[in-house]
């Protein structure tokens, strides 16, 4: 026995089944903890998302030196349209020494000041970020937002500015694992039942793929708090997600292998055994491909983007061990009644051989050609909808899929005084440099003003002042206009950050990650395909498709993003995550199909090895792609713009790949494309008649 064969045998071993078993039992038990603990060890400051070498990170950084704390400005915005009253006036100045009361606001309140039209007040208070990132400013903002609306004599008020942002992000985020978690179980649930039609075995995917996703949480806590992993909210929320979904379509194949096996062999563990060996290496092709893209995201400057590669990896890595190690065993021990109603019994035919998609492999292979250029050209035509495409990032109100209370302060910000003043720049240089660059600063087209320097050391900070929004273009160019003229200040060793810096080095690095990351990613996976199929066409002809089904699925995503939901554009990282997400998981279901019609191929030829391979894999790839779809799709449930974008994309995308590119577009191809699919191994060299998939009966049976 090989000893890949043996290896096999372990999770389905008559007593080796219950050892495996206890083995996951008592890490479910031992991990349960830990894994409740991954909030905690969440990273939400601004510097673990910002690209560790921008300017703006390291003026975040240098900005410590003079404050003991990281403060956040919350801005409380009064409006009354009439005009603001002596009255007015009088509660917001009793408001403002109630701020500086509160527990979070640290330093010194400044305000209220009287817009220049009369009819808006703002006060601004520093509010300390802590360690937990915007969390900490909830308590704050939430108190403030009480305290301005008590006694406002009928003033508007709002409460906006970077705490009153952060603070509507973390509600936004508040919850969002509990909400992903459970909604991602039920619509798991759902689909299994449909998928197995049994009122028992969906059990046992979501039992495993559960205890996997508690394993991966525990051991990507540990490695936050004692390796230095980085976690954020955003990683943790697309950790759930991905796990339940890629680990259940592992558990789709795995199952359908082991319900054919069971036709074939009598004993139960020997049927595990051969399902094993069979749907083992596309199972673990398929996880490579995923990890292996994922850990390209560790070559981004980018932080958040960087510490998503290895958590998403880990999650996969846990997802992949539970599937082949606790999955079998559990159906195992269970045996052939869990499949009731319909038990897999002995002797008995399997009934993909004559289904529905050996019929449609029978149809494609009556004119392949026709059908896979007709199918390249619709996809073609969905990929028009790319002039759509503005990933160049989000406004603070684009953020949000409805409109917060910080937002609509934004509005009235902008309306009634600078555009910058609620989230001014700050500037540090040599202090002995100071007054120039603050003189420098104060003639830059775009500044409407600066605050008195403050030195510490041999350092000075000030603050300027924007004339523009501060996540509008104008303010941006104003940045960049900026850093141009005090860089030039001699042996001022300058440095500009602030919130609109730190959009604008978000940016550039999210451009940067997608021209290394992508071509990289493309490049792992044809070596791990060419690897798995023994051949370069095919490989080359699957990244293709994949690459084709990817650009239509960000052409419809775009399209529908600007005239359905009225997005007011795309997150800077949008195309690099969907990228990653649908090569990796959509050649998944080519892997899977691909490595069937190898298999078939050697004794039956390509075409009606294409046919044989399509009838077996159709049903079980699709219900793996509608689950995975489907809890990407989830992600859209949450109120925020960037997660909704992938969610929607990345499920289109699997869509798309499992119904259109799987099923047509690579039958096709591989079926007009025959023998010469496997150049240059030895399969490529062996004949078969081109009209056999004609016949549904002979290649099926």
């Known amino acids: 026995m090989s000893p ?10 008559r007593r080796s089944k219950w050892i495996v078993l206890l083995l996951w039992v008592v890490l479910a038990v031992a991990a349960g903890p830990l894994a409740g603990k991954l909030m905690d060890a969440e990273d939400n400051e601004a510097s673990s998302w910002l690209p560790g070498s921008a300017e703006s990170t390291q003026v975040l950084v240098e900005q410590r030196s003079f404050q003991p704390v990281d403060t956040a400005q919350a801005v409380v915005v009064y409006l009354r349209p009439s005009g603001i009253t002596e009255a007015d006036r009088a509660e917001a100045t009793k408001d403002a020494a109630a701020f500086a009361a509160l527990p979070h606001v640290v330093g010194k309140v400044v305000g209220p000041q009287l817009s220049a039209d009369g009819q808006a007040m703002q006060t601004i208070a520093p509010v300390d970020i802590g360690s937990n990132g915007w969390n900490d400013l909830r308590p704050a903002v939430d108190s403030m937002r009480e305290i301005a609306s008590t006694d406002s004599l009928g003033m508007i008020t709002h ?6 942002i952060g603070a509507d992000q973390a509600e936004a985020f508040a919850g969002i694992d509990g909400t992903l978690l459970f909604a991602t179980i039920s619509v798991v649930i759902i689909l299994l039942l449909l998928t197995y039609r049994s009122p028992v075995l969906w059990m046992l995917p979501l039992l495993s793929a559960a205890v996997a996703l508690v394993a991966s949480q525990a051991l990507i806590y540990l490695l936050a708090k004692h390796a230095g992993l980085t976690v954020n909210a955003q990683s943790a929320g697309i950790l759930i997600v991905l796990v339940l979904g890629a680990g259940t379509d592992y558990a789709l194949l795995l199952t359908a292998r082991y319900r054919e096996e069971l036709r074939r062999h009598q004993d139960r563990h020997e049927a595990m ?4 060996h069979r749907a083992g290496p596309a199972i673990l092709a398929s996880s490579a491909t995923v990890v292996a893209s994922m850990l390209c995201l560790l070559i981004a400057e980018m932080n958040s983007t960087r510490g998503l590669g290895p958590v998403c990896a880990i999650g996969v890595l846990v997802a992949l061990a539970a599937m082949l190690t606790l999955l079998p065993a559990l159906l195992v021990i269970c045996g052939r009644w869990v499949f009731w109603p319909v038990r897999p019994a002995y002797g008995t035919p399997e009934p993909t051989q004559t289904g529905r998609w050996a019929h449609i492999g029978a149809w494609i292979g009556r004119q392949p050609r026709k059908v896979w250029i007709v199918t390249a050209l619709a996809l073609g035509v969905c990929c028009i909808g790319l002039v759509s495409l503005n990933a160049t990032g989000l406004s603070t109100a684009g953020t949000f899929t409805g409109k ?7 509005e009235v910000l902008v309306q009634h005084f600078p555009g910058g003043t609620g989230a001014p720049l700050t500037v540090i240089s040599a202090a002995d440099s100071a007054a120039v660059v603050r003189e420098t600063t104060g003639t830059t087209p775009g500044i409407s003003g600066t605050t008195p320097p403050t030195t510490h050391g041999d350092r000075a900070l000030f603050q300027a002042i924007l004339a523009d929004p501060p996540d509008s273009q104008a ?3 104003t940045v960049d206009r900026l850093r141009a003229a005090v860089h030039a200040v001699p042996g001022a060793d300058a440095q500009v950050g602030g919130s609109t810096a730190v959009i604008l080095d978000a940016g550039r690095a999210a451009a940067s990650d997608n021209r290394a990351i992508i071509p990289l990613v493309l490049g792992v996976v044809l070596v791990i395909l060419a690897l798995l199929l023994r051949a370069v066409t095919a490989p080359v002809v699957l990244v293709l498709t994949v690459v084709l ?3 239509a699925a960000l052409g419809i995503s775009a399209f529908f993003f ?5 997005f007011d554009g795309e997150d800077n990282a949008f195309p690099l995550f969907v990228f990653v997400f649908l090569v990796a998981l959509g050649i998944d279901y080519n892997i899977f199909l691909m490595t069937r019609v190898r298999e078939e191929a050697t004794h039956r030829g390509t075409a009606a090895g294409a046919v044989a391979g399509l009838a077996a894999t159709g049903g079980v790839i699709t219900s793996a792609g509608l689950i995975l779809a489907s809890t990407f799709a989830v992600l859209g449930t949450l109120p925020v713009v960037g997660f909704a974008e992938i969610g929607f994309a990345v499920a289109l995308g699997v869509l798309l790949d499992t119904l259109v590119v799987r099923s047509v577009l690579v039958t096709a191809l591989t079926m007009d494309l025959d023998r010469h699919m496997w150049w240059p191994s030895a399969l490529a060299r062996i004949h078969a008649p081109r009209d056999a998939p004609r016949d549904v009966s002979s290649d099926v049976t």
């Open 475 to 477: 303010a941006k160019d």
């Open 4 to 13: 890949m064969r043996r290896l096999a045998a372990v999770p389905c071993g």
């Open 159 to 164: 409460v906006t500015g970077p705490a009153g």
């Open 404 to 410: 917060p209370d910080s937002v609509s302060g934004q």
């Open 273 to 276: 055994a051969f399902a094993l």
């Open 549 to 551: 089904s990817y650009a």
């Open 562 to 566: 600007e005239h359905v939901f009225h």
